[in-house]
């Protein structure tokens, strides 16, 4: 494998951080090695110095930062994940928004979920937003999922998983909202039409800037790869992208209230969740 010494880490880690806003401490030098090491094999560059100026110098467009995103995401999530805050949302924050919406006369629900990874996460909110508001069909009701990692977002089209991904899925959601196939699960058309699917990078300021008029933004672990000042730099612009009256929801490590002032923490029952006033 080639080598990576300190200096060509930093290097390398500085790049990922100021375009992906991703920090890498030199605990992952090894993790970044082996990442690099793939692109430089499928690039046929053999030192590593010529690896990092292509980045550096050589990537106008941005593919070789892309292709290497791919590789150095972490992409860990399942269906059902941190089920406390689902029903948070399912029994108090959506009922909430909805009632809101239909005495204004409204017809449109939007949420966002942020590093949404292989969409297992989309899909579960998909299936709540129908269980809990069967008449989401008949109205403007979409959830936009967005990642940065592009093999990610293939999966979340195929809307397939196995049977680690559906573990935690309630038996009457299973049978309701996912059909199996062969050794798969995959989710009912119905479902999945709720679901369109973005690339977004969360540090791209210009992408941020068009996502406007959400009720929901779901963004779970993912911040925490994140340090405070491009943390706080994504919730800002969450901030913007919510309606007043709207929720967002962070991983449990996540706590909006460390980087910002902006929401107001509310509880409902034993549940404490962020709103946008
Ligand atoms: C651990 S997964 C979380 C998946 C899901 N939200 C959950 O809680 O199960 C983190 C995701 O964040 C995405 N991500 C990391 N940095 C990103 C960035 N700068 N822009 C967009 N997505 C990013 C990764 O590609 C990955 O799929």
Redesign the pocket.
């Known amino acids: 494998m080639p080598e990576l010494s300190v200096e060509q880490f930093q290097s390398l880690s500085q790049q990922i951080y100021q375009r992906?806003?991703?920090h890498f401490d030199e605990k992952k030098i090894y993790f970044l090695k082996t990442r690099v090491a793939k692109r430089m094999a499928a690039l046929g560059i053999d030192e590593t110095k010529d690896y990092i100026f292509k980045l550096n110098y050589s990537d106008p467009e941005g593919k070789e930062m892309q292709a290497l995103?791919?590789l150095v995401?972490?992409?860990?999530?399942?269906m059902f994940?941190?089920y406390e805050q689902l029903q948070a949302f399912a029994n108090y924050c959506l009922p909430e928004v909805l009632s809101a919406k239909q005495a204004r006369g409204e017809r449109t629900l939007r949420i966002w979920?942020?590093?949404?990874?292989?969409g297992?996460?989309a899909y579960t909110l998909a299936m709540i937003v129908q269980e809990v508001f069967p008449q989401a069909q008949s109205w403007d009701c979409k959830i936009v999922a967005?990642?940065?990692?592009e093999n990610?977002l293939s999966h979340v089209k195929a809307a397939r998983y196995g049977e680690r991904a559906v573990a935690d899925v309630p038996d009457e959601y299973l049978q309701k909202y996912l059909i199996e196939n062969d050794e798969d699960w995959l989710v009912r058309p119905r479902t999945v039409a709720l679901v369109e699917i973005r690339h977004?990078?969360?540090?791209?300021r210009t992408a941020m800037r068009s996502m406007r008029g959400f009720d929901f933004v779901?963004?779970?672990?993912?911040l925490?790869?994140?340090d405070d000042l491009?943390r706080k730099a994504?919730i800002d612009h969450f901030y913007n992208a919510l309606n007043p009256g709207s929720y967002i929801f962070l991983?449990h490590s996540e706590s909006v209230g460390r980087v910002t002032t902006a929401f107001r923490l509310k509880r409902f029952e034993s549940h404490l969740v962020y709103v946008k006033e």
């Open positions: 992906l806003g991703l995103a791919n995401t972490t992409n860990e999530t399942y994940r941190e979920c942020a590093g949404c990874s292989s297992e996460e967005t990642d940065i990692d990610m977004l990078n969360l540090h791209d779901f963004c779970r672990n993912v925490i790869y994140f491009s994504v991983g």
